[in-house]
């Protein structure tokens, strides 16, 4: 049946180029193409080594094409992925395959709208659910199943979804069906206006035998005190709501989730030989309350945001671990940052324990010069310091010739937690920065960047340059170093004398871009770092090589 | 707004079902034949293999003659700590870890090398989570048993040499690309290893792969095996002595099994285990 849409898209796709060739007005038809091809260029000294890709493959990439059709109130789309000795999945094994990797057909039928095929999708801010793709870490979770929206009225909106989840080009077991009424309600007067914008969803993911067997043959190796009663279905429901009035912003969500057989691999198990060791599957319900306030009048925004998670592991079966089969999505409480030393440490979402909150200020205080600070604290739920960061930020403006940023971060970092490294005490990072761009005309403008990371822990000290060369609108010339200044033991060492190396990690890089087209070459050496989207993050080894990528929309 | 009520109705008269609870069967042991190869990738700075060794442990308890286990510390998180009076690293060791690629991180472990539909779905050969291992040990448990692996072994105390031969001895008529793997292993080592962020200095370590007799990943045995007639292949080995406390014989295991190596194959089809000292 799959097989038959796949080719009826396909079908419709040609029909639609055909038709679209012949009669311009009847559809729209667009598109778009993304792919990288990686160089791998061993280098032992900095651990790029020992996988697949630089032992002998040497190179791998990925690409995906996808097409959409949008004709009479049809919308379609089909999307070929291709991964070819790609390290996405993970970053130290290879991995092959192509196919379709999503197809889709909506059609609006006066308030109805209907959509089958690979879907995604969220509710709320996605605690309770959330299909999406992340091609960074080689995330997509869609949903290849059916959802139907009713519009109850102008405002008031109730959708139901029922299918199983995408993994690769197969799909995850267990069933997951929900749904949600989302609306709009406009109170008080013209002169204070607020308005509300609540909704409540429901999940419910079904197990299937097989995978049932799999917890019920873990259950059973369990001493009798431990053992739990595993139950094939599980319920989520999820409360939000966003309350605007005038200046400020509320956003609030509650959400539960009914005990299930989820993995915690921090909880101890006691062997049939009385030695304790960790990780079992336990049963309890979990929760999750997460409230954003936003303030902004003049020159002033602040920002405030609080999470606290209690056991809300959902997977599309409780045996994956990881990034594997995630259903839902929590917000990460932490600033995203974007310099390459302020970034490296970056904290990924807990789901079985954190407390986190994290204020925002921003304030413009003359045209010229503008600041931020932003402090976040994200604990576990006993108390424990996972992460912490400090960061306020100056930026000095002239006229539209020059733009000067500078600022400092002050870091606590759980490496041990976050990396799951044994025996590494808590990271502690001092890094200011400064970048610089200054404009020569409207095309062409040179940028410079510095940091410095002062750390004693994991790989000592750094210090990052970079230069970048635009020459709008088509090209972007970028030199950098990463240069470890005060190296550590957990530094690359000197294979003779064993003493630690001060290595600069170069990147070259040229960007040529031509309208809808992007095309970037870089040579890169890499240290092995976290790699984040969203909350969602996973440690990457060591690159050295060369990278192409390439993204047209069409 | 009325219709909004009935839906949420629904949605409660759902969640409120309840659902027959599932029952947890008592264990019963499976009879088998089969001794099933068990490899686990480990090191002293590995701080969930404490766990995935125990656990190991509990399920070769449960399946005294069915489980032969090696504790391979090859290159990841296996330089000593500290505290570590011994480097159990070794250039087998560091072969093998590289050869079972493709793993996610430490503990991983291998089931007759068996390649699991559902790990190659997520790009994995290695096992990472400890506690399903028993499953896999069971599932490997539950093939019918096609071959008997016998070691015979003399070992000469004092000039510490070691002839073993390797008898294997066919249940049924099989063709294929055999090769045959004896690996030493010690146990009873006392040594730091970190647990969980702790350092336990007086951890016992067990099943340490100390050498590989043959290849890392084996020597060639035969190519066809004809029912109920046995193949053997003999090694002298001799056990060194360092000096530091290692080497051990009485505390020394003589691991050895039958590779089907045909193809993408790797799977293990019998293995057996000997004290080095009875």
Known sequence: ?554 | MKNIIYLLAVVFMMISCEEKMVIIPEFEPIDSGKVVYVEELTGVRCPNCPTGSARLESIQALYPDNVVIVAIHGIDLAKPLDESKYDFRNEDAADLEIFLKDWLGKPSAYFNRERFQELEAEGLWGHPASGQWQTYVERELEKPQVMEVTIVKTFDPITRVLDVTVAALPLENISGEFKVSIMLTESDIIDAQDDVGNIIEEYEHNHVLRDVITNFDGDSFASQFTKDQAQTKTYTYTIPDDGTGLWNPEHIEIIAFIANTEGESEEILQAAQEHLVD
């Open chain 1, 1 to 554: 049946m799959i097989k038959f849409i796949r080719k009826a898209i396909w079908g419709l796709l040609v029909l639609g180029c055909v038709s679209q060739m012949s009669a311009q007005d009847q559809g729209v038809f667009s598109g778009n193409f993304e792919s990288n091809f990686n160089v791998f260029l061993r280098d032992s000294l900095i651990n790029a080594n020992n996988t697949p890709q630089y032992d002998r493959q040497l190179t791998g990439g990925e690409a995906w094409l996808n097409l959409n059709y949008s004709v009479k109130g049809f919308n379609m789309g089909v999307r070929f992925d291709m991964f070819n000795n790609s390290n996405l999945l993970n970053p130290t094994s290879s991995y092959t395959d192509q196919g379709i990797g999503r197809w889709f057909i909506n059609k609006q039928i006066n308030k109805f709208n209907v959509e089958v095929g690979y879907i995604y999708d969220q509710i709320g801010s996605g605690i309770i659910y959330r299909a999406w793709e992340s091609r960074p870490l080689l995330i997509d979770n869609s949903l290849l199943g059916a959802k139907v929206t009713y519009d109850l009225s102008e405002d008031w909106k109730i959708k139901g979804f029922s299918g199983k989840q995408k993994f690769l080009f197969g799909e995850n077991a267990g069933i997951i069906k929900g749904g949600s009424i989302e609306g709009y309600l406009s109170l008080g007067s013209e002169e204070s206006p607020i308005s509300l914008s609540p909704g409540i969803g429901f999940v419910n993911r079904t197990l299937n035998d097989e995978t049932m067997n799999l917890i019920i043959d873990n259950v059973k190796t369990y001493i009798d005190d431990e053992r739990i009663k595993p139950v094939y279905n599980t319920y989520l429901t999820s409360i939000f709501n966003t309350l605007s009035y005038k200046n400020i912003t509320w956003y609030v969500e509650g959400a539960y989730k009914s005990a299930e057989a989820s993995f915690d691999p921090t909880e101890p198990r006691t062997e049939p030989s009385g030695v304790v060791t960790f990780g079992k599957f336990r049963k309890d319900p979990g929760s999750i309350i997460y409230s954003s306030l936003s303030f902004a009048k003049g020159k002033l925004g602040v920002t405030l945001e609080g999470k606290r998670t209690e056991n809300f592991d959902f997977r599309s079966d409780p045996n994956l671990s990881l990034n594997r089969g995630l259903v839902n999505y929590i917000p990460p409480m932490n600033r995203f940052n974007t310099y390459r030393m302020t970034a490296r440490y970056a904290p990924a979402t807990q789901v079985l324990s954190e407390l986190a909150y994290q204020a925002d200020v921003r304030y413009r205080f003359t045209k010229k010069i503008s600041g931020l600070a932003n402090y976040s604290n994200i604990t576990t739920l006993d108390g424990d310091l996972l992460y912490r960061e400090m960061l306020g930020e100056v930026v000095y403006k002239y006229k539209r010739k020059w733009q000067l940023t500078g600022g400092l971060q002050i870091q606590k970092y759980n490496q041990e937690v976050y990396e799951v490294k044994p025996e590494v005490p808590l990271v502690s990072t001092v890094t200011p920065y400064l970048d610089f761009l200054y404009k020569f005309s409207r095309k062409k403008s040179i940028r410079f960047e510095t940091q410095y990371m002062s750390t004693k822990e994991d790989f000592g000290s750094w210090f990052f340059a970079l230069a970048e060369v635009g020459l709008a609108p088509h090209w972007i010339f970028e030199a950098s170093m990463m240069y470890n200044i005060t190296p550590s033991k957990k530094s690359p060492q000197d294979p003779e004398t064993g003493e630690s190396l001060n290595i600069v990690y170069p990147t070259l890089g040229v960007v040529y871009v031509n309208k809808a087209n992007r095309f970037q070459l870089r040579y890169v050496k890499q240290v092995e770092g976290i790699v984040c989207s969203g909350g969602i993050c996973r440690l990457e080894p060591a690159f050295s090589g060369v990278k192409f990528s390439m993204s047209s929309n069409f």
